[in-house]
């Protein structure tokens, strides 16, 4: 206490100093309506930017939160798209059509490692048997295929990406259909689309997606986008080239999808395939 008396002597002028001076700007304010009206605009814009300023804090503080319900809802929309129901009746227009079963559903992961420099790339997703997550089930992004599980774990699971020597996936041109087998090129970013007939109309920055042919992932999602093409002589198809849709350098989020109908399917090729005619 003795040493705030101190203090508070030491710099008595200096105090008094700014009191008068906090006095004589109040009774300007009070008794000058020009200085009254400029004082009150001056404060409301140092007032205005501060909570601008403490809003934009807490917006950003609230993005993750605002990031993960965003993803939820994303996969609420792709499981209640027409591309996700299984029709039971020869009704083409599926928009309108009630005979319809789920056939795919979507769980939300985050990625938690990811390789994209490799000549075999893989993602660690945060998300395992104990979400029901199981080998071979198919993961997108927001802008497209990312890969397919490969190992799984109670709480995580390994991806082999589309950057990975190793495996391959049906894809198609969304505009005419013509549909072969889709691999990566070694080059960042980039796969090429082969056995294309040469009689296919192409166009750079057509769009190429998956097919129907496969129990992983859904008709349509987007692969990539044509930057290039070139015929194979020995095979006489055309070799295309395409911009992945995904940027696996920037992916964070993504959907495992989970085909309800695919152990039915594989069941019954399985029995096909080893039934035989005398």
């Known amino acids: 206490m003795r040493n705030l008396l101190q203090l508070l002597w030491k710099n008595n002028f200096l105090i008094l100093f700014v009191l008068l001076e906090i006095l004589c700007l109040y009774m300007i304010v009070q008794n000058q309506y020009y200085q009254r009206a400029v004082f009150i605009n001056s404060s409301n814009n140092v ?4 909570l601008s300023k403490i809003n934009s804090v807490k917006q950003y503080l609230f993005l993750t939160q605002k990031n993960t319900e965003l993803q939820y809802q994303n996969a609420n929309l792709l499981a209640s798209d027409s591309t996700s129901k299984f029709s ?13 079963i ?19 790339n893989y993602l660690t ?3 395992g048997s104990l979400n029901g997550i199981q080998r071979d089930m198919g993961v997108v992004g927001p802008l497209g295929v990312v890969g397919v599980v490969k190992e799984v774990s109670p709480h995580f699971c390994t991806v082999l990406s589309l950057l990975h020597k190793e495996w391959k996936i049906n894809g198609k041109l969304k505009k ?7 691999a990566w090129n070694g080059k960042p970013l980039y796969a090429n689309l082969e056995e294309i007939p040469t009689s296919a109309r192409i166009t750079k920055g057509d769009t190429i997606v ?15 986008y044509i930057t290039s093409s070139k015929i194979e002589p020995a095979k006489s198809t055309l070799s ?32 096909t395939d080893s039934t035989h005619v005398d």
């Open 125 to 127: 997703l945060d998300k």
């Open 102 to 120: 789920q056939q795919y559903t979507y769980t939300v992961a985050k990625v938690i490692n990811n390789s994209v420099h490799h000549s075999n």
């Open 47 to 50: 007032v205005g930017n501060l």
């Open 88 to 100: 039971l009746t020869t009704h083409k227009d599926t928009s309108h059509n009630k005979d319809l």
């Open 240 to 271: 295309i080239e395409m911009k992945l849709a995904t940027n696996f350098y920037s992916v964070g989020e993504v959907y495992i999808i989970t085909n309800r109908l695919k152990t039915e399917q594989k069941e019954l090729e399985h029995k």
């Open 176 to 182: 005419s259909g013509e549909f072969g087998p889709v």
């Open 210 to 224: 998956t097919t129907s042919f496969s129990t992983i992932f859904p008709e349509g999602i987007h692969l990539g």
